[in-house]
């Protein structure tokens, strides 16, 4: 409308239209190009990352027998939505024979936000989870009347045998420790706990693959985001083959049953360890799903302790079997030769009697035949003294700080540092520093430390160690590591002792004699020859120790064993016969003596010792 | 003469504003596919979706649109106050027709769709107030003359807010204001809604905020200011002397002075001192006024006295007269509460859905937010959204530089009109359009309070597109006829 008097309004007019638009302009500005917030806030609100589990790696053993896979496990979740009015909560309840209480209790626990924070009435959540097949049969066929249920499968761990729950070790849900220390682990994962399942832990779990989901505003899963773009397949873990022969595993376990004690079994020429038992153990299935927790305070609470893998972590003086590494110092250090002779007096004998009744004087093959304790303790003070005490003791310490040396490379005293073994004691070995504050740096001499002699005192060594050292003895001067990966070729981790292979042939001799006609002549394999040395050790927690080591055949040593028995007495009664039935077992397949196996079997040592 | 004045109404028809409102018509039908797109979607065509219905609403409209362009256009204005008599008996029958969806009687069903009458009352009451202000005898020329028009937008807008408690839908009966001001009215008067929204906004915002020293209210304190420098400022418009207001100002500052001197020993009321000011100063304008017969300033007296009383009443008003979901409304868009997952839900949905669009979008169809329903009503009233995700910032301002446009448009057709009453009718067009713009973005964007008003062409929804087709199309028809109209 041209010229009429309020014609410039429609200036103020369109500018009101000008302004809004530029006002919401710079409105939009702000919000799309300044504000960064609202793209992450968009991403929560859209995007749900679901973990895929990767199934987890099978463990072997030696002979390719499955030891450890993965049983399928169930979890029922519920859609509240979907449930309705109508729901049967009481047919529900007989279904999983759960009481209306526990039921209400759960549903309560679902709904509170505070511990479920996902929570949803949309998505399922978990109602029960590690449920066994048959806690789900009867719901899984009744499950079209309960609307809104849904059962769901995972897996677990599950044993083909009872045995090896201390080499194998077990799977349980992470710790905020395990979360903080690598990140590839959230809240309620499963990781190896202990033995093999921990060590291996990197190679069994494979890698963990992720789905980006979209998720509605109502919280429900509407497929794949970018076709897919974002997901990563889960990698499943890579399988495991243990040198362990489950066959003399169980055996060992059997013969160990009663006891408390443990038996360790290695391949001199490869460190390969074939059996690792020690008892009181468990089933290993008793470590598995929804009832872990509540067994595994069970076994912490056992006064046998059980959850001591004693074959790697209990520490025993090592008795007489530690005169076959006094003679081969001895030997090599100069202090005797193989035909050196010394009196024994047998039980008058000062200052450590005889056990043993045999002729004298005995060179070493007798000795060690005899287990004469008067002939290793001259050999040790000969060796203590042969450069004399010299100025401050400091001649006499310094050829013990020697002595000291050619002991530790026979593994003892130390963990074993390049192993997969995870749980592992050092045992010990006294250093002159722990004499010489105990009895002033002048006040110790050989009469002092005369207990070392025959493997008694001060030194401590764990069962896998007095292994190696058979292993060591069969091979006539070093060792493998020993470890329980097969695949893994340790023949590089090769440990050599500075002693001349004569001396190494000369103590063989003697432990073939012991095996013949020494301690341990009650327990031969037919066709086969054995070499051992018994031991019993003095504790001050009750009975002597049985301690055993050996090897067989002795012209080709195949295996290396190690026995202890705690507070069992002698070393030949309880030890040796452990020892030579796992030789036989392994060598020939069987156990033909099916007495002495039936007397060992269920002999009970220890009333305590209960079978989990 | 030119040979088209007599002729084909598909000559002198504007089709620019025709490509505009298809345009929007079109790019809104494609968001609504995009704002109900589900992953087992059916086709853009397929009814069983909305915008396979909206595909057949704009099929619609375009009918209708043709049929009214072919109607003469004298027959508008014979039928418009029947239809005015007609539409109040309908809005009238509505709620008692309807039934209830979220609280609002405005539906009435028809078979399988349903319609919502006050959609097309805008337009008939657009056309009753052009007939009504458009006659050759009327002029605004004081108070007197606004009663009828505002009757014919009062009465339709009370029927819808209160019967049909359809608030937002009435609320778009203000944007005749614009009309009434073209037309003459005082200019005034938007000032007074500006003032009076700005002091409602104050004192609800800062109404409960103590002063940092004295007793008394930041809200009420600021509002009492604020009309000491409104009374001063026409004081001295009126009176033309500088010196007055230097006076003036500085009588006022020594007063506050003064009060904040004896706030030493004494809490001193603020409010009520800000308040003795404001009533001195009425006091002196209306005795000035009565002595320079200038009476103009009496309004502006009668103005700040009510706007005293109203100050104080603003929080009556938004305590006790609005609903509870207005009130919290407002609260959460003044900052007052932070409720993400209640009442704040929609914005902040929407706040997200647009900014995540960043400079470019999503891209169509790729809205997170969008496809999986964050934001709810995204189809209808926040359709504005799914533009800001999948478009982002250039789709956005596309789209509102074309309202703007199209708002132009319209206000140029209506400043090109020989006839008072299409001039008038073309801005209460262009003014409507312009308040669904307005309140429906700004409410999208975080700006204005949630106000549930469909955004023009764009929104779905049959009713709403052809009430506003209605309103187009007739004033499209009416331009058409400017040469005419000259024989």
């Known amino acids: ?612 | 003469m030119r040979a088209s004045r007599s002729g084909n109404i598909w000559q002198n028809v504007d089709w620019i504003t025709i490509g505009m409102f298809l345009a929007l018509a079109v790019f809104g039908w494609i968001n609504i596919y995009g704002a109900s797109y589900t992953f087992d979607q059916t086709s853009i065509f397929d009814f069983s979706n909305r915008a396979g219905k909206q595909f057949v609403w704009i099929l619609g409209s375009l009918a209708l649109g043709t049929i009214l362009l072919l109607i003469d256009y004298k027959t508008y204005d014979v039928l418009t106050y029947i239809a005015y008599g007609a539409m109040l008996l309908l809005l009238l029958a509505t709620p008692f027709l309807a039934h209830d969806i979220k609280g609002s009687m405005s539906w009435i069903s028809l078979g399988p769709v349903s319609l919502q009458p006050a959609e097309f009352a805008k337009c008939i009451v657009a056309l009753a107030i052009a007939k009504y202000m458009g006659r050759y005898d009327y002029k605004v020329r004081s108070w007197r003359d606004l009663i009828v028009p505002f009757a014919i937008i009062g009465v339709p807008a009370l029927i819808i807010m209160v019967l049909q408690k359809e608030t937002g839908s009435a609320l778009v009966f203000a944007s005749f204001l614009l009309v009434f001001y073209r037309q003459g009215m005082s200019g005034y008067v938007l000032w007074v809604g500006v003032a009076a929204v700005a002091l409602f906004i104050i004192s609800i915002r800062f109404g409960a905020v103590a002063l940092p020293l004295g007793t008394g209210s930041v809200g009420i304190l600021t509002c009492m200011l604020l009309l000491t420098v409104i009374e001063i400022f026409f004081i001295c418009k009126e009176h033309k002397m500088r010196w007055q207001a230097l006076i003036l100002i500085g009588s006022v500052i020594l007063v506050y002075g003064l009060a904040m001197l004896v706030n030493i020993w004494v809490a001193v009321p603020f409010n009520w001192v800000a308040m003795g000011v404001v009533l001195a100063l009425v006091v002196y304008s209306v005795v000035i006024s009565i002595y320079w017969r200038k009476y103009q300033l009496l309004i502006v007296a009668a103005f700040s006295v009510f706007c005293i009383g109203y100050t104080h009443a603003c929080d009556f008003v938004f305590q006790k007269v609005l609903q509870p979901h207005q009130r919290i409304r407002i609260e959460v868009l003044l900052g007052m509460k932070e409720d993400p997952s209640g009442a704040g839900y929609n914005v902040n949905q929407a706040r997200i859905a647009i900014g995540s669009g960043r400079f470019f979008g999503k891209g169509y169809l790729n809205g997170t937010q969008t496809k999986l329903q964050f934001v709810p009503e995204q189809d209808t009233d926040f359709i504005f959204c799914t533009v800001g995700e999948e478009w982002g910032f250039v789709g956005s301002i596309g789209v509102l530089l074309v309202y703007l446009l199209f708002i132009l448009r319209l206000i140029m057709i209506a400043e090109r009109q020989r006839n008072t009453a299409t001039c008038i009718y073309a801005y209460a067009v262009a003014g409507i359009f312009l308040f669904h713009l307005t309140i429906n973005v700004g409410m999208v964007l975080g700006l204005l309070p949630v106000i549930g008003i469909p955004l023009p062409f764009f929104s779905y929804g049959g009713s709403s597109l052809w009430g506003f087709t209605l309103l187009l199309f007739i004033l499209l028809r009416l331009d058409a006829a400017r040469m005419e109209q000259l024989n």
């Open chain 1, 1 to 612: 409308m041209i010229n009429d008097k309020f014609y410039r309004r429609r200036f103020v007019i369109s500018g009101i239209a000008i302004v809004v638009v530029t006002v919401y302009i710079i409105r939009l500005f702000y919000l799309q190009i300044i504000d960064q917030s609202t793209k992450d806030q968009a991403d929560n609100n859209a995007l749900v990352k679901q973990t895929i589990y990767p199934s987890r790696g099978l463990i072997y053993d030696r002979n390719g027998e499955l030891l450890v896979f993965n049983q399928p496990i169930y979890e029922i979740t519920m859609t509240m939505r979907e449930m309705g009015k109508e729901w049967d909560t009481t047919g529900f309840c007989k279904c999983l024979k759960i009481s209306r209480a526990e039921f209400d209790e759960r549903i309560a626990e679902i709904k509170d936000r505070k511990k479920n924070r996902g929570y949803s009435t949309w998505t399922p959540q978990i109602f029960m989870s590690q449920l066994k097949k048959e806690d789900i049969a009867t719901l899984q066929e009744s499950q079209f009347l309960y609307p809104g249920i849904q059962i769901q499968k995972r897996t677990l761990r599950d044993y083909t045998y009872k045995a090896a729950a201390h080499v194998l070790g077990s799977v349980g849900e992470v710790n905020q420790n395990d979360i903080d220390r690598d990140s590839y682990y959230a809240r309620g994962d499963y990781s190896g706990r202990d033995g093999l399942e921990r060590t291996y832990e990197r190679q069994l779990r494979g890698e963990k693959g992720v789905e980006v989901l979209m998720r509605d505003s109502r919280g429900r899963m509407q497929g794949s985001y970018q076709d897919g773009a974002l997901d990563k397949k889960a990698k499943a873990g890579t399988d495991l083959q243990t040198t362990i022969d489950i066959q003399l595993q169980l055996l060992a376990e059997e013969l160990l049953a009663g006891k408390i004690g443990s038996a360790v079994a290695i391949e001199p020429k490869t460190g390969e360890i074939l059996a690792l038992a020690s008892n009181p153990g468990w089933n290993p299935k008793v470590l598995v799903g929804k009832e872990r927790s509540k067994n595994y305070s069970m076994l912490l609470k056992d006064p046998t302790k059980p959850l001591m893998n004693r074959a790697t972590q209990a520490t025993y003086p090592p008795g007489s079997t530690f005169k076959t590494i006094q003679a081969l110092v001895c030997l090599e250090q100069g202090a005797i030769t193989e035909n050196t002779l010394y009196p024994c007096s047998g039980p008058q004998s000062t200052p450590i009697k005889c056990t043993h009744h045999h002729g004298s004087p005995v060179a070493l093959d007798k000795a060690i035949e005899q287990s004469c304790n008067p002939y290793f303790w001259c050999a040790f003070r000969d060796l203590m003294q042969k450069d004399g005490y010299g100025k401050d003791n400091e001649d006499f310490r310094k050829r013990y700080e020697l002595w000291r040396e050619a002991v530790l490379e026979f593994g003892l005293g130390q963990r074993f540092q390049d192993t997969d073994l995870s749980e592992q004691s050092s045992g010990s070995i006294p250093t002159t520093k722990q004499y010489d504050r105990a009895y002033g740096k002048t006040g110790w001499k050989a009469i002092t430390v005369r207990s070392l002699s025959i493997g008694q005192g001060e030194i401590l060594t764990t069962p896998l160690q007095l292994a190696n050292q058979a292993a060591l003895i069969a091979n006539e001067g070093y060792y493998i590591t020993p470890h329980l990966n097969k695949n893994d070729s340790m023949l590089t981790h090769r440990h050599d002792v500075h002693i001349q292979k004569r001396y190494f042939e000369a103590v063989k001799d003697g432990m073939h004699r012991v095996m013949k006609y020494g301690t341990g002549r009650w327990y031969p394999i037919e066709d086969i020859e054995q070499a051992g040395k018994t031991g019993t050790a003095q504790n001050p927690h009750g009975k002597d120790h049985a301690i055993f080591i050996g090897f067989a055949p002795v012209e080709d040593p195949q295996i290396a064993v190690a026995v202890v028995v705690e507070n069992a007495g002698f070393g030949a009664t309880w030890a040796c016969p452990v020892a030579s039935m796992m030789m036989e077992q392994y060598l020939t397949g069987s156990v033909k003596r099916k007495d002495l196996k039936k007397k060992i079997t269920t002999a009970v040592l220890n009333e305590s010792v209960k079978k989990w």
